[in-house]
């Protein structure tokens, strides 16, 4: 079984900083493409930042300049640094990741999700 397991929300006032990191851990071959999602009160999930096995980046265009996407591959972890941080970036914050388990085939994984409260 894989599991990936959230951690660094909170709650913190606008211009202020977060690190959000995601580690998988379980019968994992690879992993592949990893990423972030968030979903904010009344909206959709959307994507916020994913990263490919080779290192490319991929972000909303709200979050660009902003937030940045890194990962550890001998940690199975991904991370999500977010800088100046706007009301608008409350949501939670979900971990993705395809991976290749123990049955051979690539799976998209989630994690149970992590709140970020943007407030003064």
């Known amino acids: 079984q894989v599991q990936l397991v959230e951690s660094g929300g909170g709650l913190v006032q606008p211009g202020g900083s977060l690190r959000l990191s995601c580690a998988a851990s379980g019968s994992i071959i690879s992993i592949n493409d990893m990423g972030w999602y968030r979903q904010g009160p009344g909206k959709e999930r959307e994507l916020v930042a994913a990263?490919?096995?080779?290192?490319?980046?991929n972000f909303a265009d709200s979050v660009k300049g902003r937030f940045t996407i890194s990962r550890d591959n001998a940690k199975k972890s991904v991370y999500l640094q977010m800088n100046d941080l706007k009301p608008e970036d409350t949501a939670v914050y979900y971990c993705?990741?395809?991976?290749?388990?123990?049955?051979?085939?690539?799976?998209?994984?989630w994690g149970k999700g992590t709140l970020v409260t943007v407030s003064s």
């Open positions: 990263i490919t096995g080779g290192g490319s980046t």
């Open positions: 993705n990741a395809r991976i290749r388990d123990h049955s051979w085939t690539i799976v998209a994984y």
